[in-house]
């Protein structure tokens, strides 16, 4: 009987960040960002020269896009995320502000920044579900006060077509003017 010696190396999902590796590749971003910062200005950035001064900043690198890029998809699939129709929107807002605020990851006080990152993320989630919530209000809000007889067209045709979700919209905003 032959045995295997090798050790099984677990496979990696898509979604799979390495918190290790994530976190070195900050700490050399971090660096990198400290020596643009010197060769421009002839000193260390302070805290206050990581968050203001952009214009030394070196592009982030792959590596870290995709971690953000898979932190925020996987979190999209969570059953609170999961059925908005502006997933991508979301998405995109969650690693917007990953970009935004990695100069606020400290290495030093956490070696989690697979927990921090997707935090951001959570939080821009619930502010994109607001925002959109707040439109659907003002768009409700219109359709009320102009009637729906100006927005829906009662015949139920639409284009020459019957469309059962149409009417479906039709319906609800039929109720929402009765209450």
Request: aromatic share 14%.
């Amino acid at each position: 009987m032959i045995t295997n010696t090798m050790p099984r190396r677990r496979k990696e999902s898509e979604h799979y960040v390495n918190n290790k590796e994530f976190l070195e590749a900050l700490i050399n971003y971090r660096a990198e960002v400290a020596r643009s910062f010197e060769k421009k200005y002839g000193r260390e950035p302070t805290k206050q020269d990581r968050a203001t001064r952009w214009d030394t900043k070196p592009p982030i690198t792959r590596y870290l896009g995709d971690c953000f890029l898979k932190i925020a998809k996987h979190l999209s699939f969570k059953p609170n995320f999961v059925n908005y129709m502006f997933k991508d929107d979301m998405i995109s807002d969650g690693i917007e502000n990953c970009v935004q605020y990695i100069h606020n990851f400290d290495p030093e006080k956490s070696k989690n920044p697979f927990a921090y990152f997707t935090q951001i993320i959570h939080y821009a989630f619930l502010r994109r579900i607001q925002k959109e919530k707040r439109q659907l209000d003002i768009k409700n809000k219109i359709i009320e006060k102009s009637g729906f007889s100006e927005v829906f067209d009662d015949n139920n045709t639409l284009d020459g077509s019957n469309y059962s979700d149409y009417n479906q919209i039709k319906d609800y905003v039929h109720s929402k003017l009765r209450h």
